[in-house]
């Protein structure tokens, strides 16, 4: 479920159980809500870096599995496409292949933080309730 979900069911559940509204809530309480709109936002752009390079990676391991079934290998430089070296084009997409995974775990990395970070503010604001 995500974040904002989890914050609107939150404050409905303050409103129900306690009879306060967001306006009513403690000013702490307003601010880690606030904080938690903040973070899915910050969730949500992490997530579309982490799609971009996933789809990087797919197309990487494509043209590595493609590379493999041809003889002559091209390259495309700009709006040109060159012949290239079938082992240095291979070389080249292995290595961008290993910066980008380089790069997808720190993003997971940085999800996981954000997504504690996440947990433990609404845990909070559950316990304000």
Known sequence: MPILR?????QIKIKNNKGKSYMNMSKETQEKIQRLQLIEQNLQA???QKQQVQTQLFEIESALNEIETTKTAYKIIG???I???KE???KELEEKKELAELKLKTIEKQENQIKEKAKKIQ???LKAK
């Not at 989890?6 to 939150?10: A, L, T």
């Open 83 to 85: 012949k290239t070296e």
């Open 6 to 10: 989890k914050q609107n069911s939150i």
């Open 46 to 48: 992490v997530s579309v």
């Open 88 to 90: 240095k084009l291979k």
């Open 123 to 125: 845990e909070e604001v």
């Open 79 to 81: 709006n040109i496409m």
